[in-house]
C-alpha cells in the first residue's frame, strides 16, 4: 500500500451542508493530528463555495484552542448547488492547485461526499470525510457526529412540554428535523414517551393514530405527546393538528422545534466521534488511501467508500418505532 505522508505536505479540511454539534471537534482533531505530522494546514470557509471563492486560511495548533466544546462550525458551512456541475469542479480544483492543496478532509453528510467523490474522480485530489450530520441518515455508519446531541437538545424540550401538557390535559404534536428520514423523531420519541412518532420513511394511518388517542382517553390518559419529522415541508405538525382538530373536535397544541436542534454545546458522544474519526481521516489520508468516509460501526471505526454513502439513505430503525409504539400503551 502507498504511504502519502511524503507526497502530502498540505491538508485543507471543510464543512459542508448542514451545521452539526460536533464539527468543531472533528476540526480540532484534524489540524491537530496533521500538524503531528509536520503537514500545513488550510481551512475553506463556506463549503464548496469555499473552493471556488479561494476562501483559503490557515489554521494553527493555537487556533484550535477552546473550540471543542463549541457548536456550529469556525470554519462555516453552506450547500452549494453550483457544485453538482463538472465545469465548476474544474475551477475548484485549480484554486486548490494553485494553492498547493495535496489532500482534503470533508466534514459532511451524503451531498458533501457526492461533492468529494466526484472531484477525487474528475481531479484526483486524495480526500477522506467524516460523517457530520445531525440526521443520522448516512449509510455505512451506526452513528453521525452531530444525532447525540440534536437527540438530546429536543428531548430536554419534549420533557419540559410533557409537564405543562400533562397539567392541561392537553394534546401536543411536536415537530423535530429531519427532511429525509426520521431517526431523530423516532430516538426522542422513544426515549421521550411519545404515544406516535410520525416519520418520513414509515407513514401512519390517521385515522389508526386518531383511533388511538380516544381509546387512551377512554383508558384515563388525558394529555399525549405525538412527535412528528418535519419531512419536506416544515410545518407539517400544524397540518396534523388541523386533520386531527377536524376529524375530533381535540384540540392539539404545536411546538416546532426546528435549528436549535442543530446549535448548543456537543455531547460527550458527538465530541469523542469527532476526534476519533477526524484523526483517522488524516491517517488513512497518509496510508495512501482515500475516497472514502471513516464511520464507526460499534466501537470500531470502519472506512466506508464515499459512493456508498449517499446512494441510498439510512433509515431510522422501524424496531425502535415498534417498541415506542408498545411502551406507549
Ligand atoms: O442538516 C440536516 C437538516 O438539519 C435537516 O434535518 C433539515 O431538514 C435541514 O437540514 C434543514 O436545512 P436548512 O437549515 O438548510 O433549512
Redesign the pocket.
Known amino acids: 500500500m502507498a504511504n502519502h505522508s511524503e507526497k502530502i505536505k498540505k491538508l485543507a479540511v471543510y464543512c459542508s451542508?448542514?451545521d452539526?454539534p460536533g464539527m468543531n471537534a472533528g476540526i480540532r482533531s484534524i489540524v491537530r493530528t496533521a500538524l503531528s505530522k509536520n503537514i500545513e494546514v488550510v481551512g475553506i470557509r463556506g463549503g464548496y463555495t469555499g473552493f471556488l471563492e479561494k476562501k483559503f486560511d490557515e489554521l494553527t495548533r493555537r487556533g484550535m484552542a477552546n473550540i471543542i466544546q463549541r457548536g456550529g462550525t469556525i470554519l462555516k458551512t453552506g450547500?452549494c448547488l453550483e457544485f453538482l456541475k463538472s465545469e465548476v469542479r474544474v475551477k475548484a480544483a485549480e484554486n486548490l492547485k494553485a494553492e498547493k492543496i495535496d489532500a482534503l478532509v470533508c466534514i459532511g453528510?451524503d451531498g458533501s461526499f457526492n461533492g468529494a467523490h466526484a472531484l477525487f474522480q474528475e481531479h484526483q485530489i486524495p480526500i477522506t470525510g467524516i460523517p457530520g450530520?445531525?440526521?443520522n441518515d448516512l449509510m455505512g455508519t451506526d452513528r453521525t457526529i452531530g444525532f447525540d446531541t440534536a437527540v438530546n437538545t429536543a428531548l430536554d424540550a419534549i420533557d419540559r412540554i410533557r409537564d405543562t401538557a400533562a397539567s392541561h390535559d392537553r394534546l401536543f404534536i411536536i415537530e423535530v428535523?429531519?427532511?429525509d428520514t426520521g431517526s431523530i423523531a423516532g430516538f426522542v420519541g422513544l426515549a421521550g414517551g411519545a404515544e406516535e412518532i410520525f416519520t418520513p420513511e414509515f407513514p401512519l394511518s390517521l385515522d389508526k393514530v386518531i383511533e388511538k388517542i380516544k381509546k387512551s382517553r377512554e383508558r384515563g390518559k388525558n394529555s399525549s405527546i405525538l412527535i412528528t419529522a418535519?419531512g419536506q415541508k416544515p410545518g407539517r405538525a400544524y397540518d396534523l393538528a388541523e386533520q386531527i382538530r377536524k376529524k375530533t373536535q381535540l384540540e392539539a397544541k404545536v411546538c416546532i422545534l426546528g435549528?436549535q436542534q442543530?446549535g448548543g454545546s456537543p455531547t460527550a458522544y458527538d465530541r469523542i466521534l469527532a476526534s476519533r474519526t477526524g484523526s483517522q481521516a488524516v491517517e488513512t489520508l497518509l496510508q495512501g488511501r482515500c475516497d472514502l468516509m471513516i464511520g464507526v460501526r460499534g466501537d470500531d471505526l470502519v472506512e466506508v467508500p464515499f459512493a456508498d454513502t449517499f446512494k441510498s439513505r439510512k433509515a431510522c430503525p422501524k424496531n425502535l418505532l415498534d417498541l415506542a409504539q408498545i411502551l406507549s400503551l
Do not use: P
Open positions: 451542508g448542514g452539526a450547500r453528510g450530520t445531525i440526521d428535523m429531519g427532511r418535519e435549528h442543530r
